[in-house]
């Protein structure tokens, strides 16, 4: 059974940097054709693709906001860690993680997700 | 280009059938995956590369493409298809992803 739960600050003071964290089990990071991204959904809102980590540690970013995030993966521990500096009241909203995978059959998606975390940015 | 446009709002009638579309030079190059996401909860993927669904998905949820367009159609809509849907796809450039701005189903 694959699960993914994300942990972190539930409130946040603006300009702060908030660090979330995504623990998992079963898979693997170190496996080929695996990640993890991070996706978050202000109040609603759409979804917002934020960050993913690729097995092999190529990382990609969300273009507007590459500038504040940093994501980094412990294979040793199961866990993706999502940093973003500066925090704004703009930042509010739910947080998810989820597994990236492809495969030759076609697969090339966010396959399973967690079930979020609220994050509220106030002073 | 970085984006993909879905109507915001479509209903269908019990029993129907409806098409949710979504939009973006990106998917001349790169199939669209769709999750649902009912209130409160995290989104489930329903459809990717084709028509691939995985298996827990009622074979009444399929997809298509032509084009710039992914399209998500559901065959005999349900009361509990009601939900928002979300297309996600690589950019043009295949460095990030995106969302698309949800479309809200209604079943009447």
């Known amino acids: 059974q694959i699960t993914l739960k994300e942990s972190g600050p539930t409130l946040v003071k603006p300009t702060q940097t908030l660090t979330l964290t995504c623990t998992f089990s079963?898979?693997?990071?170190?496996?080929?054709?695996?990640?993890v991204g991070w996706i978050r959904q202000p109040p609603k809102k759409a979804l917002e693709w934020l960050a993913l980590v690729y097995w092999d540690d190529d990382k990609r970013y969300s273009p507007s906001l590459k500038s504040r995030l940093t994501i980094t993966k412990d294979t040793s521990k199961n866990q993706v860690v999502l940093t973003m500096t500066n925090v704004d009241p703009v930042d509010t909203g739910t947080y998810f993680c989820?597994?990236?995978?492809?495969?030759?059959?076609?697969?090339?998606?966010?396959?399973?997700w967690g079930q979020g975390t609220m994050v509220t940015v106030s002073s | 280009s970085s984006e993909l446009t879905q109507d915001p709002a479509v209903s269908v009638a019990l029993g129907q059938t409806v098409r949710i579309t979504c939009q973006g030079d990106?998917?001349?190059?790169?199939?669209a995956s769709w999750y649902q996401q009912k209130p409160g909860q995290a989104p489930v993927l329903v459809i990717y590369?084709?028509?691939n669904r995985p298996s827990e998905i009622p074979d009444r949820f399929s997809g298509s493409n032509s084009g710039n367009t992914a399209s998500l159609t559901i065959t005999g809509a349900q009361a509990e298809d009601e939900a928002d849907y979300y297309c996600n796809s690589r950019d043009s450039s295949a460095k990030y992803w995106v969302f698309g701005g949800g479309t809200k189903l209604t079943v009447l």
């Open positions: 989820a597994r990236y995978y492809y495969e030759s059959s076609g697969l090339d998606a966010l396959d399973i």
């Open positions: 079963g898979f693997s990071l170190s496996t080929s054709g695996v990640g």
């Open positions: 590369y084709k028509n």
């Open positions: 990106s998917l001349r190059r790169y199939y």
